[in-house]
C-alpha cells in the first residue's frame, strides 16, 4: 500500500512538472495579465520597496502584494528572470493538490481512497490543468482557502489551533486578492450547524467566537500591510485601496461586469471531464440526497460561495477556481463508494467532446476568421486529441478508482497538445520581447516613448525599464509627436499585415498588428496612425 501510495505521488509530481515545463519552454509571459503581474514585481524590485505596489510609475491599488513578494523572493534566489513567475502559482497549485488530501482526511476519517484519489480528481479537471501554469494570482488564493477549511474543520473537530490556522489563511488570502477571501472562507464558517457532525458539536457560542477570532487574526495580517501601505502610497492609492478595490467592485465594477447568471454557463466546463461521464450521475446524486457531515461541508462551502459570487458585480471564469477542491471533495466522495467495482460503460460522451474538440483544431487553421495566426497552426495538434478520443473508447472496463489517474493524464496530454500546437502558432503575436528592447533602448538614450492606448506594463519587465511609458488619450498623438520628433510612439493597428513603410518597427499583435513612430514621422504624416 506504501509503495502504491508513493507511485502515485511520483505519478501526479511527474505530470504536473511535464505541463509546467511545456509552458515554460513553450510561450513568453503573454500580454496583458502575465506582463502586467511581472512588472508590477519588477518595478516593486527597481524601486527597492516592498510596501506598495508600482505599475508604470504610479501605485498599483488593484491587487495586494502578496503574490508579487513571491516572485521578488524567487528573484532573489534564482536571479531576475521570466520562469520563475510561472512556478509561482504553479506551487501554489501542487500544495493545494496535496492539501485537499488533508482535508479529505478529516471529513472522512475511515475512508482512505477518498483522500489517495482527491488530488488525481481535481488534477483532472481540465480547467485546473489548463490554468495553473500562467503567471495568475487565483492558484495562491484557492491555497490560502484550502488551508482555511483544514483550519476549519480541524477546530469542529476540536483540534488545537484550528482558528489560527484559519485566521492565518485568511490573512493570506487578503494578502493576495483582498476581501473576497470571505466569500470562500465565512459562509461556511457561519453554516457550521449544517454541517458539524452532532458527535462534535459543541456550544454554538465557543463556535462563532472562533470565527469571529479567525476573521480578527486575518484582518489583523491584511492591516498590517494595508494600513502602512495606504499611508506610504498617498491619498489616490489611500482611497482606491480601502475602498476603490472593495465596495465598488461588489457593487459596479470597473471591469469584468456581468449579470447575475453569467457564471451558470461556466459550471460545466469546470466540471470537465467528470460531467461527462454518465456512470457517476447517479452516485453523485445519492451522495446530495443523502449527506453525511462531509458532503454537507463541500456544500455549504459551494452554494453560499457560488451565490455571493454571482452576486458581485464584477465576473471571471478563474474567479470559481477556489470552488473547485470542494467539487473535487464531491466527485471523488462519489468515487470512492464504487472503489473496486468496473465500469462496463465507455465513456462515450466524454470521447466524443474530445473528439469534435480536436476535430476542430483541425479545421480551425483553414478557417482563420478571429486572428490571422490561426492558420499557422498545423492540424497534426488537433488528430493528436482525436487520437485521445479514440484510445479513451477502446480502453477495456476500467475500475472506478482508476479512472482518477486516467483522466488527469488524458487532461495533461490534451493540454499539453493544445500549448504546443495553438500558442507556438500564437506566440509571435504576442511575444513583446523585441519591441520592449527597443523602448528599452530609446529610453536609455533619454529620448520618450508614448502609448496610443491605456498601457498595462507589457514592455516594463522585458525591457527592464526604470522610466514610465505615456499613456496618450485619443487624438493627443499628433501634438504629442510634434513635440518630441525623437521619441517613439507605439499603437495597435488593424488589419494585421497592413504596410507600414515609415515605421521603426512592425510586429502582428493578438488580432492585428503592433506598430511604433518615431514621433517626427507621426509629426511628419498624421494620416500613419490608426
Known amino acids: 500500500m506504501l509503495a502504491t501510495r508513493f507511485g502515485l505521488t511520483v505519478s501526479l509530481l511527474l505530470l504536473w512538472l511535464s505541463l509546467l515545463l511545456v509552458t515554460l519552454l513553450g510561450r513568453p509571459l503573454l500580454p496583458v495579465d502575465e506582463t502586467r503581474y511581472v512588472a508590477v514585481a519588477w518595478e516593486m524590485w527597481q524601486r527597492g520597496d516592498f510596501l506598495v505596489p508600482y505599475l508604470n510609475g504610479e501605485p498599483y491599488s488593484h491587487k495586494p502584494p502578496l503574490f508579487f513578494w513571491l516572485i521578488q523572493a524567487g528573484w532573489w534566489l534564482f536571479g531576475i528572470n521570466a520562469w ?5 502559482g504553479a506551487l501554489a497549485s501542487l500544495a493545494a493538490l496535496f492539501l485537499t488530501m488533508v482535508l479529505a482526511r478529516q471529513l472522512w476519517p475511515a475512508d482512505t481512497t477518498t483522500a489517495r484519489l482527491v488530488p488525481w480528481v481535481l488534477f483532472a479537471m481540465i480547467f485546473w490543468t489548463a490554468f495553473y501554469s ?27 489551533g484550528g482558528w489560527l490556522l484559519t485566521g492565518v489563511a485568511i490573512g493570506l488570502g487578503v494578502l493576495t486578492k483582498g476581501p473576497v477571501m470571505l466569500v470562500f472562507v465565512l459562509p461556511v464558517a457561519l453554516l457550521g450547524p449544517l454541517w458539524i457532525d452532532a458527535r462534535l458539536r459543541r ?18 495580517i491584511g492591516l498590517g500591510w494595508a494600513l502602512p501601505a495606504a499611508q506610504a502610497g498617498g491619498e489616490a492609492y489611500r482611497e482606491a485601496l480601502l475602498w476603490g478595490q472593495t465596495a465598488e467592485r461588489l457593487m459596479q465594477s470597473f471591469a469584468h461586469a456581468h449579470p447575475w447568471w453569467w457564471y451558470l454557463p461556466w459550471l460545466p466546463l469546470l466540471l470537465v471531464p467528470w460531467l461527462l461521464l ?14 453525511d457531515a462531509g458532503v454537507r461541508f463541500c456544500l455549504c462551502v459551494l452554494v453560499p460561495a457560488l451565490v455571493l459570487l454571482s452576486l458581485i458585480s ?3 471564469a478563474k474567479y470559481l477556481l477556489p470552488l473547485l477542491p470542494a467539487a473535487a471533495l464531491l466527485i471523488a466522495r462519489a468515487v470512492s463508494g464504487l472503489a473496486g467495482q468496473p465500469v462496463t460503460q ?11 474538440a480536436g476535430a476542430a483544431l483541425v479545421v480551425v487553421p483553414f478557417y482563420p476568421g478571429i486572428a490571422p495566426w490561426l492558420a499557422d497552426i498545423h492540424p ?14 477502446l480502453l477495456g472496463p476500467l ?50 516613448v508614448a502609448n496610443l492606448a491605456s498601457y498595462h506594463g507589457q514592455f516594463h519587465f522585458y525591457g527592464r525599464l526604470t522610466r514610465p511609458i505615456i499613456s496618450l488619450p485619443e487624438g493627443a498623438a499628433v501634438a504629442w509627436a510634434r513635440d518630441h520628433p525623437d521619441g517613439l510612439l507605439v499603437a495597435y493597428d488593424d488589419p494585421a499585415g497592413s504596410d507600414h513603410p515609415t515605421a521603426e518597427y512592425v510586429q502582428p499583435y493578438r488580432g492585428g498588428s503592433l506598430v511604433v513612430w518615431s514621433g517626427a514621422s507621426v509629426a511628419a504624416n498624421p494620416d500613419v496612425l490608426p
Open 84 to 88: 520563475w513567475p510561472h512556478c509561482v
Open 134 to 160: 500562467w503567471v495568475q494570482i487565483d492558484m495562491l488564493l484557492v491555497l490560502a482557502c484550502v488551508l482555511g477549511m483544514i483550519g476549519m474543520v480541524g477546530a469542529a473537530q476540536g483540534r488545537a
Open 203 to 220: 456550544p454554538w457560542l465557543s463556535w462563532y467566537g472562533g470565527v469571529a477570532l479567525s476573521v480578527f487574526i486575518g484582518a489583523c
Open 278 to 291: 454518465p456512470w457517476l450521475w447517479p452516485r453523485l446524486v445519492a451522495a446530495v440526497h443523502r449527506p
Open 314 to 316: 464584477g465576473k471571471q
Open 346 to 356: 465507455r465513456p462515450w460522451l466524454l470521447a466524443a467532446a474530445l473528439f469534435l
Open 380 to 393: 497534426a495538434w488537433g488528430a493528436g486529441i482525436m487520437v485521445i478520443a479514440v484510445v479513451l473508447v
Open 399 to 448: 475500475r472506478t478508482d482508476h479512472y482518477p489517474p486516467v483522466l488527469a493524464l488524458c487532461s495533461v496530454l490534451v493540454t499539453g497538445l493544445f500549448q504546443a500546437g495553438v500558442f507556438r502558432a500564437g506566440v509571435p503575436s504576442y511575444d513583446l520581447q523585441a519591441v520592449s528592447r527597443l523602448v528599452a533602448t530609446v529610453q536609455a538614450a533619454g529620448w520618450p
